[in-house]
């Protein structure tokens, strides 16, 4: 195992590089401040992995966000954006929407820490778990095992059948019926809204 290598220290984020028998991985720490604009810091966050495609990448942040794909919640502009970089990036979502909740105080629970990886196989990801009780700070302790033995990286990722389970497609309409707004429904036009729907299910479907 090599030592680490700093990649990116900010005020916000922190990215380290981590080489295991060979393999490299990308670690990053992200901050967003909930009295600030989210867009910035997740531009900083998807320069840093456009630049290390090459690495396996885990990214666990405070990003102060919300959505259906990561807990019980109604999503806000804040995890819309959000949610748009793991799809942009084909990322995926560790968190378990049934898990506790990730912040906990005497002003209410919510579920606003996530974890976050890329080219790390669902095989390879396991035992995400939020600890209550473990730490004393509003945010619960968040652990999970990767295991790194190196195999041929999935691409092109396909959405498949149980990964809908992580959007709730009746919460935000926008990414199901971006293409067909505006268009009203009758007999003259059904065909465009079947091939309209046809080419958002090959979007999310295998």
């Known amino acids: 195992m090599s030592s680490d290598l700093q990649t990116k220290i900010s005020r916000d984020i922190i990215a380290i590089n981590l080489t295991v028998n060979n393999t490299h991985f990308i670690f990053i720490s992200v901050?967003?401040?909930?009295?600030?604009?989210?867009v910035p810091i997740l531009q900083q966050l998807e320069s840093i992995i456009e630049v290390h495609q090459d690495s396996f990448i885990s990214?666990?942040?405070?990003?102060t966000a919300k959505s259906s794909a990561w807990g019980p919640t109604e999503q806000d502009e804040r995890g819309k954006a959000l949610l748009e970089l793991v799809f942009?990036?084909?990322?995926?979502?560790?968190?378990?929407?049934?898990s506790a909740p990730t912040f906990d105080s005497e002003r209410g629970k919510s579920w606003?820490?996530?974890t976050l990886t890329k080219d790390i196989s669902r095989e390879d990801f396991k035992n995400w778990v939020v600890h209550q009780d473990v730490t004393a700070s509003d945010h619960?302790?968040?652990?999970?095992?990767?295991t790194y033995e190196k195999s041929e990286r999935p691409k092109n990722k396909c959405w498949k059948i149980e990964d809908l389970k992580l959007i709730d497609f009746r919460k935000d309409p926008y990414l199901t019926i971006l293409k067909l707004k505006g268009i009203k429904i009758d007999e003259n036009n059904i065909e465009e809204i079947l091939e309209g729907l046809d080419e958002i299910m090959n979007i999310y479907l295998c």
């Open 112 to 114: 606003i820490d996530l």
């Open 88 to 98: 942009r990036q084909d990322l995926d979502i560790g968190n378990d929407i049934y």
């Open 140 to 146: 619960n302790l968040i652990t999970y095992e990767i």
């Open 59 to 63: 990214i666990n942040g405070d990003f």
């Open 31 to 38: 901050y967003c401040s909930p009295s600030e604009d989210i």
